[in-house]
């Protein structure tokens, strides 16, 4: 069956029809999952991880659909002109963002200056849009913005001042020597490391780890009888509070030595909520020790009281313990 020219078009306009419908009932399904929480259960650390995890969208369309779901929660005069095609997905979500990063800098608008926002952006492409927020917010270009290019890949985009590219200049010269040509992305990865390794707490109890290891291994030699005592090269990264800690001070305190830290399992596999269907979290956000018998019902500190759970879990205690 061959269609005609005409024939084709009206069958694109029926589908994109029904792509349109379909789109609004997914959002106002994921409205309905992230307002449960139901990501939690799933074993993701947010919502933003099921959608892609789980339903299988990158991140750009993600994001998308996640702005205007909220978008259309705040203002639900807006569905049909979702459904209409009047007010794209891309412009919702940008407005959706905008409204964000206004409300960061302290810049609120009322439900009705919103209303008036997204009758402005109606049928404008998405670059009319953005000339409209740079129109009411001039300063929105020095302020970073961030865009899924691909599965894995950024685009970050925010302005930086003349020191601070001097710096990072003066920087590559002084690595010059690791990578004649050294991106930007390469400089900010090196210092990423060097901040994490200076802030994670996962890194930094691993660490302790590694150190405890050596510690024992060079004690198990000394039993061996060397003689030598005094070999404590290894030791002097050593937790300094962990073996100071008398075992009363610990019944009482939720400070957990470091010595019971270095025995929970798996920290650098980040949150260990797995859900009914066997799913492990993972995540490594606001990564933290909680206690499985809660502290404040007598949970005691020790290494088989303790997992690593990322923030969300920990916070959602209530669904898994
Ligand atoms: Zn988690």
């Known amino acids: ?20 419908e379909s789109t609004l009932k997914i959002i106002k399904i994921f409205q309905e999952i992230s307002a449960r929480r139901i990501y939690l259960e799933r074993g993701y650390p947010s919502f933003y991880e099921m959608v892609t995890k789980h339903f299988g969208y990158c ?7 996640i702005n205007a779901m909220k978008l259309v929660k705040e203002m639900p005069q807006f569905e049909e002109k979702l459904e209409s095609g009047e007010l794209s997905l891309s412009v919702a979500a940008d407005v959706q963002s905008f409204l964000y990063q206004e409300a960061r800098i302290e810049r609120h608008y ?69 990578d004649p040509s050294m991106t930007t992305e390469s400089l900010l990865e090196r210092l990423a490391e060097l901040g994490l390794d200076k802030y994670d707490p996962a890194r930094r109890a691993e660490r302790a780890k590694v150190g405890k290891l050596k510690r024992d291994s060079a004690m198990s030699c000394d039993r061996v009888g060397n003689g030598k005592a005094g070999n404590t090269a ?88």
């Open 110 to 178: 009322s439900v009705n200056a919103k209303i008036e926002l997204v009758e402005t952006c109606l049928g404008k492409s998405r670059r009319e849009v953005e000339e409209e927020f740079a129109r009411r917010s001039p300063e929105r270009e020095k302020r970073e913005t961030q865009h899924a290019i691909s599965g894995d890949r950024l685009r970050v985009s925010f302005s930086i001042s003349k020191e601070l590219n001097d710096k990072l200049n003066h920087l590559k010269d002084l690595l010059g020597h690791v």
């Open 234 to 321: 290894d030791m002097s990264d050593a937790p300094p509070r962990a073996h100071s800690i008398s075992a009363a001070e610990v019944s009482r305190s939720r400070y957990i030595p470091a010595n019971e830290t270095h025995e929970v399992p798996d920290d650098r596999q980040g949150c260990t909520f797995i859900s009914r269907d066997g799913r492990r979290c993972g995540s490594q956000k606001l990564l933290q020790l909680d206690h499985i018998e809660p502290f404040g019902h007598g949970g005691a500190n020790t290494a088989s009281n303790l997992r690593w759970m990322c923030g969300a879990h920990n916070r959602h205690r209530p669904m898994h313990s």
């Open 59 to 65: 991140a750009g369309s993600a994001m998308r659909r």
């Open 1 to 20: 069956m061959k269609l005609s020219n005409d024939e084709l078009v009206f069958e694109a306009e029926k589908e994109i029809k029904l792509e349109r």
